[in-house]
């Protein structure tokens, strides 16, 4: 049966949108007969300085099981990151183009995580578990979490095996010495940008 959507969200994250988390849509089939869904929404943050593979693993999941993903780049001043958080922001946009994923889009932020999640009207955040030498923090981070917010949840997913170890500060490290060798972790652009960034090039 093929739906028709006649009233939508116009994603600008206004607190004042007809479709908050949790809240449901009208759609008529094609008997007009009313029937309601929700947009299941979630935000998936991190400074991304730069992105990797796994991370693009864990948004490819992440779009499967969601309508929508917000990958939320943090500035993170204080990281001292590498690249500035405008350069962040392109290298994920032109990897989610190369994949051909259509129902994530990116989004600066700062202050409270939780509050940003709000402000987007998002039902929960994802995150990326690699090995147990995460879960810890990961841990402490969702408490302190849902403390500030008790509605939102926190989702892990686990990247392809390929990615467990993988991580940007370890990219970083590896193109810094051997930019060659990192090609098979960051997509193309990313590995280019390090190499430019190092005076491999």
Do not use: W
Not at 71 to 80: F, I, M
Not at 103 to 122: H, I, M, P, Y
């Amino acid at each position: 049966m093929n739906y028709k959507l006649i009233e939508r969200d116009d994603c600008n994250f206004q607190q004042n949108s007809s479709i908050l988390k949790g809240q449901p849509i009208n759609l008529m089939s094609e008997k007009n007969t009313p029937i309601q869904t929700t947009i299941k929404r979630v935000v998936y943050p991190g400074t991304f300085d730069p992105v990797t593979n796994g991370h693009l693993d864990i948004l490819s999941r992440a779009c499967k099981l969601f309508d929508e993903v917000i990958v939320g780049v943090a500035p993170n001043v204080g990281k001292g990151p590498l690249f500035p958080v405008e350069e962040r922001i392109f290298f994920v946009e032109k990897s989610i183009h190369e994949l051909g994923i259509t129902n994530a889009r990116v989004q600066t932020f700062e202050g409270l995580l939780v509050d940003f999640a709000t402000r987007c009207n998002a039902m929960a955040l994802v995150r990326g578990l690699r090995a147990v030498s995460d879960f810890e923090y990961e841990f402490q981070m969702t408490q302190m979490n849902r403390d500030l917010e008790p509605d939102l949840e926190t989702i892990f997913l686990m990247p392809n095996a390929d990615y467990f170890f993988t991580s940007s500060t370890i990219v970083k490290q590896v193109a810094r010495c051997d930019p060659e060798r990192i090609e098979r972790f960051v997509p193309l652009h990313v590995a280019a940008a390090l190499n430019r960034r190092y005076n491999h090039q």
